[in-house]
């Protein structure tokens, strides 16, 4: 089965995250309190009340018969079983520490998986009026309330890459690992505009080293690979959804080459 990805479930998509965002944004403004879970990683409400819309929207909304694995259900043991279908990827609010830091790099990630790999995926990020989508369509972004554009991967320039790594997240591997490329210059940003600023050509690699999640992934993957990108393991494999446990390995994501183009 091949799912039908339209412009207008890509915009209905879209429109949701932008709503999560909205709620998000009412707590990000308030006074609010932070939680700490099992893995003694933060919530706050604005994960739970993000991921209860974005998960009765698609359901009652978007499409019933897929099964949609959110973090926060994951956590609370009350997902369902990804099966072997078609199943939607949701992290409602992606770099929560960020949000608790009050710094606005943070994320609204929906995607829909088949056959391991997203076909669909909205990044938005509320508090930099950012959007981004990737689908088989294309990739487009939108920011400031500007109509939405085509966006792609670029070629590295000749006197080096332009690095791009997680703000919360830098180890000794992956200093190791960016100290043995050419690079030109470096820089570190939250979430998963890390894999939008390689869709819109504002960077050239990603290198992420550490922990990460399915729901981490999937949408800023989506957007990646319709701009021309690419997102693989350490060993080249693309990287794939559906695992046990929704664990990722180490990944690298790489925007255009010569022999892509």
């Given at each position: 089965m091949t799912v039908n990805i339209s412009i207008a479930l890509m915009e209905q998509i879209g429109n949701l995250a932008k709503s999560a965002?909205?709620?998000?944004?009412?707590?990000?403004?308030?006074?609010?309190?932070?939680?700490?879970?099992?893995d003694k990683s933060p919530v706050t409400?604005?994960?739970?009340?993000?991921?209860?819309?974005?998960?009765?929207s698609i359901r009652e909304g978007v499409t019933a018969q897929y099964p949609?694995?959110?973090?926060?259900?994951?956590?609370?043991?009350?997902?369902?079983?990804?099966?072997?279908?078609?199943?939607?990827l949701i992290d409602a609010l992606d770099g929560t520490k960020s949000?608790?830091?009050?710094?606005?790099?943070?994320?609204?990630?929906?995607?829909?998986?088949?056959?391991?790999?997203?076909?669909?995926?909205?990044?938005?990020?509320?508090?930099?009026?950012?959007?981004?989508?990737?689908?088989r369509s294309g990739a487009f972004a939108e920011s400031g309330g500007e109509v939405a554009a085509l966006i792609?991967?670029?070629?590295?320039?000749?006197d080096g890459l332009v690095v791009i790594a997680s703000r919360n997240h830098r180890t000794p591997e992956l200093e190791a690992f960016i100290s043995e490329l050419n690079v030109k210059s470096a820089a570190s940003v939250g979430s998963s505009l890390k894999f939008c600023r390689i869709a819109s050509g504002d960077?050239?690699?990603?290198?992420?080293?550490?922990?990460?999640?399915?729901?981490?992934?999937?949408?800023g993957h989506a957007v990646v690979m319709a701009a021309g990108g690419s997102v693989c393991t350490l060993?080249?494999?693309?990287?794939?959804?559906?695992?046990?446990?929704?664990?990722?390995?180490?990944?690298?994501?790489?925007?255009?080459?010569?022999?892509?183009?």
């Open positions: 965002g909205r709620e998000i944004m009412k707590v990000y403004e308030s006074d609010f309190k932070v939680y700490e879970k099992d409400e604005a994960d739970t009340i993000a991921e209860t819309l974005i998960t009765r949609i694995i959110g973090e926060e259900a994951f956590a609370a043991g009350t997902a369902p079983d990804a099966g072997d279908g078609p199943f939607w949000f608790v830091a009050k710094s606005d790099e943070f994320t609204v990630n929906i995607a829909l998986i088949e056959a391991g790999q997203p076909v669909l995926g909205v990044v938005h990020a509320p508090a930099l009026g950012e959007t981004y989508w990737g689908s792609s991967c670029r070629i590295p320039e000749e960077a050239d690699i990603y290198p992420r080293l550490g922990r990460t999640m399915e729901w981490d992934t999937a949408a060993d080249g494999d693309p990287l794939a959804y559906g695992k046990v446990g929704f664990e990722n390995p180490d990944f690298v994501v790489r925007g255009l080459e010569p022999e892509n183009v």
